[in-house]
């Protein structure tokens, strides 16, 4: 398997441009989790998916973001309009909790660059 | 409510000498336990698990973890540490529902030659 893909691996935006980062998670899994990774913030969870049926979306920073999951191997996370605030590197990460395995697998993160 | 603590956001060791990394758990549950390491510019990665059984678990890399109840610790380590395990290293705890992780602050490892 090729694992999480994610792309693009780093964006650099000005201010106020919209911002989709994609994922692909691992065939078969049934959760998709997005996550940020800052110095400062550490690594926050801001959605998750079961099923791509978003469960917990309490994370998300504000309206600004949002997320989608159209099918079982594709999910974005859209920024609009990004701000200098949101440079941070997203994760996508994909776990099979049905049959007990748990353990979430993770891209390798696109580095969010807004200047 | 789940919750993980690991002890020293930043560890350094010289290389061949003992990799000790604390974590600490909260879990009104029997915990799942998780060691995952961050290399500079890459994901997470996921290192060794404690479900349930044994209460030493061996890992990628050398490392192992060992589960204490009593002590509500799930700390890692590795007798002799190389220069390639210097990265972050993240805890975790599964939520009662096994679909959410929570993760500590990571812990920074130097290892000096």
């Known amino acids: 398997d090729a694992g999480v893909i994610q792309s693009p691996r780093h964006e650099v935006t000005e201010m106020g441009q919209e911002v989709t980062l994609r994922c692909k998670p691992i065939s078969g899994h049934d959760y998709l989790f997005w996550y940020r990774q800052t110095m400062m913030r550490g690594l926050e969870l801001l959605i998750y998916f079961n099923n791509n049926v978003p469960i917990d979306d309490s994370g998300m920073p504000e309206d600004r973001f949002s997320a989608k999951m159209p099918n079982a191997s594709f999910s974005t996370l859209k920024i609009q309009p990004s701000e200098p605030r949101d440079s941070a590197v997203y994760f996508c990460?994909?776990?099979?909790?049905?049959?007990?395995?748990?353990?979430?697998?993770f891209g390798p993160g696109t580095r969010l660059t807004v200047t | 409510a789940q919750s993980v603590t690991q002890l020293g956001s930043h560890v350094s060791v010289s290389e061949g000498a003992l990799v000790l990394l604390r974590c600490n758990y909260s879990s009104s549950v029997p915990p799942y336990l998780f060691w995952y390491v961050q290399y500079p510019n890459q994901g997470l990665q996921l290192l060794l698990k404690?479900?349930?059984?044994?209460?030493l678990v061996k890992g990628i890399n050398g490392f192992e973890a060992e589960f204490k109840k009593s002590e509500t610790s799930f700390h890692l380590t590795k007798p002799s540490a190389h220069m390639s395990d210097a990265a972050e290293y993240f805890c975790a705890v599964i939520s009662n529902t096994g679909n959410q992780f929570y993760f500590g602050t990571g812990t920074s490892l130097t290892v000096i030659p």
């Open positions: 990460a994909s776990s099979l909790v049905r049959g007990g395995t748990y353990e979430q697998y």
């Open positions: 404690y479900t349930t059984g044994a209460t």
